[in-house]
DNA sequence: GATTCTTCC
DNA sequence: CATATGGAAGAATCT
C-alpha cells in the first residue's frame, strides 16, 4: 500500500525556527530549524515508511491571492533574516535524504499540497500531510489525514474527518467557512469583525456555511446582524482567500516524488557539513562517509570535482581575437599582482572569463599592440566587471599606465561583509567555502616570502584560470547571501562606489615635504644620542636599549627596581610599568623620553622619508576596505591614520604633511564625539540625547550628571574622570579597565560605573540588549546592516565569552562611525566632481577626512565639508563636524 | 614568525 | 578563581 507523505515546509520551517533554541554551525549560519526539520523527517520516515515524500514550499512574495486582494498577508513581520538563511540549507538536507521538494511562482505550499492530495486521493492513495498551519484542515478525508504540530515539532495532532467532527463539530470543507466568518490575523483576512472563534462555530452549526449565514442575516439579532450586514463582502472574500487551491499546473507527480530511502554517506556528509554530530551519531553514520580526499567541507558527499576548463594562452600576436564585442560577453576577470603594496606591485597577468573558455594574458601580452582591445574594455565604465580585489587591481593598473573602471562585483569585497572577521578570504579558501572546483593558495604557486617566484608560464595560466573560473561561480552565491542578509545596499551603494573613491585618493596621494622631515630627524638624531649616554651612564653599562629583555636585566636586576608586571617571557618594560617607575630612579624618565624620540625617528622620520615617490615628491597610502572587523578602513605603506597628534614634538611631523600645488591649503574636519552621538542614538538614551542637543561639552555633561553637581562644580579631574568612563563605555567596559585607566581601586571604578548606569539607564538598556541579542542571533549589525559574527559569545570559557560581549557592545558602535564617514567620504566624491570644485580628497583617519584646496575654494570647502559630513544621516542626535585649515597638516588643527 | 612596544582613532 | 576597555600598522629584537 502506498503512503504519501506532503510536509508544508514553510510552516515547519518556521514552527522549527521558534521552537529550537539558538544552533549555529561553524560557520556562524543558524541551524537551528534545519535541526528541528531533519529530526521531524528522520522520525517521519523512520514511522511512517512512506513510498512517497514532498516539502513544498512557499515561493515569492506574490501569489495569485495578491490579484484580488492586495493586502493579502500584510502587515505580516518579515522573516527574520536568521530564519530565511536557513532555507537552502533546509533544501540541501531535503536532496541529502533524497526528499522531493518543491515551490511554484504565484502559488503558496497550501496549494502545492492540497493539488497532490487531490492527485493521491483520486489514485486511491493513502496521505499524510504534515503542516502547523490549521486552514489545511479543509483537505482531510477519509484517505487523507492532517497532522498539525504542537508545541514544538516533535509532537502533532492528526486530523481525520471524525476527529474534526469532535473537536469543532464541523466537516473538513467548513474549515473554510470558519476561516470566512472570523478571518486570520496572521494572513491579515479579515473575515467579520467582531466574530471570533465561538460566534463563528456557532453560526456555522446553525446555517452551515458563510453563503448560508449571509442569507440568513435578517434572522440575527442586534449587533451581530448589524455587523454580518455591513461585512458581506469581507466574508466572502476571507472565503474564498481562506480556500486552497487543488488545481495547480503542477509539474511534479507520483513517479517525481517517489521516495526510495537516502544514501547513507551522502547524508553523513550533509550533517557533519551542518555541524549536527548527535544526529550522525544516532543514526550510526559516523562511518558513513564515502571517501577522504574530498576534505570535511564537501557537501553532497561528492565534493566538487577540478573545473574542466578551455584555457587560452593569448600572445601579442593572437590577443586581437578578443575584440569589443566578445569582451562584452565576458562573466569575471582576474587581475593578478606580484607584491603587497599596490603601488610598487607588478602585473603578473590577467585571466577573462568567457563561455567555457578562459583567456589568459600576462602582464607583457596585456601591454601589447595586439590587447589594445582588452584594455579599453578594462577601461571603460559602461562595462562592468565582475572580478576579486579590483581596488588593488585598478592601482596595478594604473601605475602601469592602463586604467580599471567599471566595477561590477567584487568577491573580495562581498566575502568581507559577509563575513568581516575573515581571514578566509582568498580564493582558494572562498572557492573550498562554497564548494565549487579547489582553487591552489597562491603560496603553493607562488611560494611565499623570499621564495616568491612565478612559475612556468602553463602553471600560472592554469592557476589564473582557476581563480578567474572561481570568481564567476562565486560572485552570484555571494550576490544572493547579500540579498538575503539584507546587506545589498551597504555593498552596491556604499563599499563598492567607496572603493572607488579610495582608488583616487591613494592615486592621489599627499605631498611631504622631506627637507623638512629631515631637518627634523637630524634634530631628533642629536637628542637621541644625548639621550642615550646619558642612559648608559646612569646604568653604568652599554646595551642594547631597543631590546626590552637587555632593558629588563637592566634595570630589575642590575639596579634591582620593583617588578610590576611580566610578560610571557619576562619582565614587562611597558610605559605604564616605566611611568610607575618614574620616582625610583632617574633613568626611567629617560627611557621613557628615548622611547618616545627613537619612535618618532623609526616610524615617523626615517619610515615616512623610505615611502616617498621621488619622482612626485608624495606618500600614496593603501586603504584597506577588508581588514577590520568594525567595519573600518586601515591604511598601510604607509599608515597614515597613526600619525603622531597627542604629543607636541611628534606632532610637528604634520608639518610636513603639504599641499601639492603652491597657494593650495591643506584642509581638515573631523567628527566630533561621533561614537558617543552614534551610542546615543542606537540606545536611545534620553539623558545622552539632550547632552547632545544641549550643545555641550559631553564631558562635562556626562561629570555633572554622575556626580550630581552644577556646571560650574566640575574640575578638571571630574572631566577627567567622566571622559574616561565615557571611552570605556563605548569599548564596553569592565570596572578593572577603569580602574587600571584611571589609577583608582577596582571598587571606585565600579561605583562610577555603577553611577554612569543610574543616570543613563538606556545606555545600561542597550548593553544589556545589544549582548542578549548577540546570544540569540550569533552576530551583531550596525546601523547600515553591516555585520558581525560572535561565535564566542556562548563560548563556556570566561575570556572568550567576556571578549564577544565586549564586541557586541563596541562593534555596533565603532561600526555605525565607520558606516557614516564612508557615506561621507562617497557623498563628498560626488560633491566634488558635480560643483567642478579643484579640491581633492586626501586622507580619512577614522573620524578625520583631509583634503588639499586652492585658496578660492576655500570658504566654499569650510562650508561644504562640514556640511556633507553632519548630513551624511539622520540621526536622533545631530552629528557635528569641525573644519580647520592651514599650511600644511599641523596647521590645520 | 612571534613578541614587545608605540602610535593613532 | 581569574578576569583585566574597542579597532588598527610598523619597527625592532629574538627565536
Not at 277 to 287: Q, T, V
Not at 844 to 871: A, C, G, I, Y
Request: proline share 4%; net charge negative; hydrophobic share 40%.
Amino acid at each position: 500500500m502506498d503512503k504519501w507523505i506532503l510536509i508544508d515546509g514553510s510552516s515547519i520551517a518556521f514552527r522549527a525556527f521558534f521552537a529550537m533554541p539558538t544552533l549555529t554551525n561553524a560557520a556562524g549560519i543558524h541551524t537551528n530549524a534545519v535541526y528541528g526539520f531533519a529530526t521531524m523527517l528522520l522520525k517521519l520516515i523512520e514511522e511512517e515508511k512512506p513510498t512517497h515524500m514532498l516539502v513544498a514550499f512557499d515561493a515569492g512574495k506574490v501569489t495569485f491571492r495578491h490579484e484580488g486582494y492586495e493586502d493579502y498577508k500584510g502587515g505580516r513581520e518579515k522573516t527574520p533574516p536568521e530564519l530565511s538563511e536557513q532555507f537552502p540549507l533546509i533544501k540541501e538536507l531535503l536532496d541529502a535524504l533524497g526528499v522531493a521538494h518543491y515551490e511554484l511562482e504565484n502559488y503558496e505550499a497550501d496549494d502545492i499540497i492540497g493539488t497532490l492530495s487531490r492527485m493521491a486521493e483520486e489514485a486511491g492513495k493513502e496521505t499524510l500531510i504534515v503542516t502547523g498551519d490549521k486552514d489545511m484542515l479543509q483537505l482531510v478525508s477519509d484517505r487523507v489525514t492532517v497532522a498539525i504540530t504542537r508545541k514544538g515539532i516533535s509532537e502533532v495532532e492528526r486530523f481525520t474527518p471524525e476527529a474534526i467532527r469532535e473537536k469543532y463539530g464541523l466537516t473538513p470543507l467548513q474549515i473554510i467557512d470558519l476561516k470566512g466568518l472570523m478571518g486570520d490575523a496572521s494572513d491579515n483576512i479579515p473575515g467579520i469583525p467582531g466574530v471570533g472563534e465561538k460566534t463563528a462555530l456557532k453560526l456555522l452549526h446553525e446555517y452551515g456555511s458563510v453563503e448560508n449565514v449571509l442569507a440568513n442575516a435578517a434572522a440575527l439579532k442586534g449587533k451581530m446582524r448589524e455587523k454580518v450586514e455591513q461585512h458581506r463582502e469581507d466574508a466572502l472574500m476571507s472565503k474564498r482567500l481562506a480556500t486552497i487551491y487543488r488545481e495547480v499546473p503542477l509539474d511534479r507527480g507520483e513517479a517525481e516524488i517517489a521516495y526510495n530511502g537516502y544514501d547513507r554517506p551522502t547524508l553523513a556528509a550533509a550533517l557533519r557539513k551542518l555541524g549536527f554530530r548527535s544526529l550522525i551519531e544516532r543514526l550510526g553514520l559516523d562511518h558513513a562517509e564515502a571517501g577522504s580526499g574530498a576534505g570535511a567541507d564537501a557537501a553532497g558527499g561528492a565534493g566538487p570535482e577540478a573545473a574542466e576548463l578551455r584555457i587560452v594562452r593569448q600572445t601579442p600576436e593572437t590577443a586581437a581575437e578578443l575584440a569589443a564585442d566578445k569582451l562584452a560577453e565576458a562573466e569575471a576577470v582576474l587581475i593578478e599582482s606580484a607584491g603587497e603594496n599596490p603601488h610598487q606591485a607588478s602585473l603578473i597577468g590577467v585571466a577573462i572569463v568567457i563561455g567555457d573558455t578562459v583567456h589568459v594574458l600576462t602582464g607583457d601580452v596585456l601591454k601589447s599592440e595586439g590587447a589594445a582591445a582588452v584594455r579599453d574594455w578594462l577601461a571603460d565604465p559602461e562595462r562592468p566587471k565582475t572580478g576579486y580585489d579590483l581596488h588593488k587591481a585598478a592601482l596595478v593598473l594604473g601605475w602601469e599606465g592602463m586604467e580599471l573602471n567599471g566595477f561590477g562585483f567584487d568577491v573580495l569585497l562581498a566575502a568581507y561583509l559577509l563575513d568581516p572577521t575573515g581571514g578566509n578570504d582568498a580564493l582558494s579558501s572562498l572557492a573550498a567555502k562554497y564548494n565549487q572546483p579547489p582553487v591552489k593558495p597562491d603560496d603553493a604557486v607562488y611560494g611565499k616570502g623570499a621564495k616568491f617566484a612565478v612559475p612556468d608560464e602553463e602553471t600560472l595560466a592554469g592557476h589564473l584560470a582557476s581563480k578567474a573560473d572561481a570568481i564567476r561561480r562565486i560572485a552570484p552565491l555571494q550576490q544572493q547571501e547579500l540579498e538575503r542578509l539584507g546587506m545589498h545596499r551597504l555593498y552596491y551603494e556604499l563599499e563598492q562606489p567607496l572603493s572607488r573613491v579610495l582608488c583616487k585618493m591613494e592615486r592621489q596621494g599627499i605631498a611631504v615635504d622631506a627637507e623638512a622631515l629631515e631637518e627634523n630627524g637630524r634634530e631628533l638624531e642629536r637628542q637621541i644620542a644625548d639621550t642615550i649616554a646619558a642612559i648608559y651612564r646612569l646604568a653604568g653599562t652599554e646595551f642594547n636599549l631597543n631590546s626590552p629583555k637587555q632593558l629588563g636585566e637592566i634595570l630589575f636586576e642590575k639596579l634591582g627596581l620593583p617588578v610590576k608586571k611580566k610578560t610571557k617571557t619576562g619582565y614587562s618594560t611597558d610605559a605604564e610599568v616605566l611611568e610607575a617607575l618614574e620616582p625610583y630612579h632617574e633613568i626611567i624618565g629617560l627611557i621613557l623620553h628615548y622611547r618616545q624620540i627613537s619612535k618618532l625617528q623609526s616610524t615617523y622620520i626615517e619610515g615616512l622619508l623610505k615611502e616617498i615617490r621621488k619622482e612626485t615628491g608624495k606618500v600614496h597610502t593603501y586603504y584597506r576596505q577588508t581588514i577590520a572587523a568594525t567595519g573600518r578602513l586601515s591604511s598601510q605603506f604607509p599608515n597614515l591614520q597613526n600619525i603622531p597628534i597627542r604629543i607636541e614634538e611628534g606632532r610637528r611631523i604634520r608639518k610636513a604633511f603639504v599641499p601639492s600645488e603652491p597657494g593650495w591649503y591643506i584642509l581638515a574636519a573631523d567628527y566630533s564625539q561621533i561614537e558617543l552621538r552614534v551610542l546615543a542614538h542606537i540606545s536611545g538614551d534620553e539623558r545622552l540625547k539632550e547632552a547632545f542637543l544641549s550643545g555641550m561639552d559631553i564631558h562635562t555633561k556626562t561629570a555633572m550628571d554622575v556626580f550630581g553637581v552644577p556646571a560650574d562644580q566640575v574640575d578638571a579631574n571630574m572631566r577627567r574622570q567622566a571622559k574616561a568612563v565615557n571611552f570605556g563605555i563605548v569599548y564596553g567596559i569592565s570596572d578593572f579597565g577603569l580602574a587600571t585607566n584611571l589609577k583608582i581601586a577596582r571598587k571606585e571604578a565600579a561605583a562610577f560605573i555603577e553611577q554612569y548606569f543610574a543616570v543613563f539607564r538606556g545606555v545600561r538598556q542597550y548593553m544589556d540588549d545589544i549582548v542578549a541579542k548577540a546570544r540569540q542571533d550569533g552576530y551583531v549589525t550596525t546601523l547600515l546592516e553591516r555585520r558581525r559574527y560572535l561565535p564566542e559569545i556562548n563560548a563556556s570559557n570566561y575570556n572568550l565569552r567576556s571578549f564577544a560581549e565586549r564586541t557586541a557592545m563596541n562593534t555596533p558602535i565603532q561600526g555605525t562611525a565607520a558606516d557614516i564617514i564612508k557615506l561621507a567620504m562617497v557623498k563628498m566624491d560626488a560633491e566634488l566632481r558635480d560643483r567642478g570644485l579643484r579640491s581633492r580628497m586626501l586622507l580619512q583617519v577614522h573620524d578625520e577626512l583631509v583634503f588639499e584646496v586652492p585658496e578660492d575654494e576655500l570658504e566654499t570647502m569650510k562650508e561644504l565639508v562640514p556640511s556633507v559630513m553632519e548630513n551624511a544621516i539622520e540621526l536622533d542626535v545631530p552629528l557635528k563636524a569641525e573644519v580647520s585649515y592651514g599650511k600644511n597638516w599641523y596647521e590645520a588643527k
